[in-house]
């Protein structure tokens, strides 16, 4: 489902551009807009339409996966710290779900070059990397071996 911009909304901010983890919103050098460069490759993550204070991006569904009349609309509305998603589908039906938005201030968030770098014994350590820390909690969920069930034999 990839995204595409109203270009009479968009105001060439550059949030949804920013905020992109396929890198394929990108603002046209003569219009001054965003655009999708490569929807094959987009995520369909919806980060840059929660992103864009423009509600200036939409997502097209392909046609095998919702085809004819639905639609999947989103709205980050700050002032009420939401984010609303209203989904219709083809038949009519309806379904609105609203989520706080996260409190994480915009930028706020550690880099992977702030973190120390690991040392060697990282590499036979099951976490990933900046785990705990990155997550916010002491240490990660364990399975002792009494706690595992044996597959088939
Ligand atoms: Fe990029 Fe995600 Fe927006 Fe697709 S939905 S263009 S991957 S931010
Ligand atoms: Fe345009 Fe919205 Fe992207 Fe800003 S975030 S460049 S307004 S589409």
Known sequence: MPTFV??????????????C????????????RAYNIEPNMCWECYSCVKACPQN?????????????????????????????????????HEKNFVSPIRT??????????DYD???ETALKNQELAHEPESLNIDGLPTLKPDQLKLGVV
Do not use: Q
Not at 21 to 32: E, L, Q, V
Not at 64 to 82: C, Y
């Open 117 to 119: 770098i690991p040392d």
């Open 21 to 32: 983890p396929s890198d394929i919103m990108h603002i046209d050098k003569t219009y001054r």
């Open 56 to 92: 200036a991006i939409d997502v097209r569904g392909y046609a095998d996966f919702a085809p004819l009349g639905h639609s999947v609309r989103v709205l980050r509305e700050e002032g009420k710290n939401t984010i609303s998603w209203k989904v219709k589908f083809r038949n009519g």
């Open 6 to 19: 109203y270009m009479t909304r968009c105001d060439g901010c550059g949030h949804c551009v920013d905020i």
């Open 104 to 113: 994480t201030p915009w930028g706020s968030i550690k880099a992977p070059e």
